[in-house]
């Protein structure tokens, strides 16, 4: 399995104001990725995710984008609210999931 | 059940000593994995277990390190003789079928401390 070892970036956004989180992955033969959400204290829960035929998907207040030229993806985050403070962990897929070292966002009021 | 669940949500623990960590997955789910979280970073794969099948392994950091599921259910993670590298939040994931990408669902992990 992989493993990080980096320590988290940070990403301070104005509550309100629309967040975009950055994900570089390793490899082109991935075909599945999917964004994760961490709240302090709390395990890692699923917000979206999106195969490698799509670039775009929409839910709720969040947007995945893919750009496979790349090998970027990126998660956005409209109206940001203080509910959203969280570490946000992206994952691709190839054989099984490997994750990133995740961004921490914070909120501020 | 509800939801993954894991057990003990702290532990304290000597250098040296063995703890055990226990994760029940949701009822019904096969596929269950273990993830290590140190402060501050990512997730670490560990061990998973799909069904009956032998479990991948590839993730333990050493001899150490094992790990059980019994009946297809419950899953036990022992560290022996502990050393304080192992602090760390243990975290465990259940997912319906274990079919590659598959949403995994995690519990509230363990957060073990080793003095």
């Known amino acids: 399995g992989e493993s990080v070892g980096l320590h988290l970036p940070t990403l301070s956004v104005q509550e309100g104001d629309n967040s975009i989180i950055n994900c570089a992955y390793s490899?082109?033969?991935?075909?599945?990725f999917i964004w994760y959400k961490q709240e302090s204290g709390k395990g890692p829960q699923f917000i979206i995710d999106?195969?490698?035929n799509m670039d775009k998907r929409q839910g709720q207040r969040v947007t995945v984008l893919l750009n496979k030229t790349v090998k970027h993806l990126s998660l956005q985050i409209a109206a940001t609210q203080p509910g959203d403070s969280a570490v946000y962990f992206c994952?691709?897929?190839?054989?099984?999931?490997?994750w990133g070292a995740g961004t921490k966002l914070i909120i501020k009021p | 059940g509800a939801g993954v669940s894991q057990s003990p949500s702290n532990k304290v623990t000597e250098k040296g000593k063995d703890v055990e960590l226990r994760c029940d997955p949701i009822?019904?789910?096969?596929?269950l994995y273990w993830y290590r979280q140190s402060l501050g970073q990512g997730l670490e794969f560990l061990i998973y277990f799909q069904g009956n099948s032998a479990p991948d392994k590839s993730g333990l950091p050493s001899d150490r390190f094992s790990a059980e599921r019994t009946g297809g259910s419950v899953s036990t993670l022992t560290i022996q003789r502990t050393q304080q590298e192992d602090s760390a939040v243990y975290l465990c994931a259940s997912s319906s079928a274990g079919a590659v990408g598959e949403t995994q669902y995690f519990g509230p992990g363990t957060r073990l401390l080793v003095l």
């Open positions: 490899n082109s033969a991935s075909d599945y």
């Open positions: 994952a691709e897929n190839i054989s099984g999931l490997i």
């Open positions: 009822s019904g789910h096969t596929a």
């Open positions: 999106i195969r490698s």
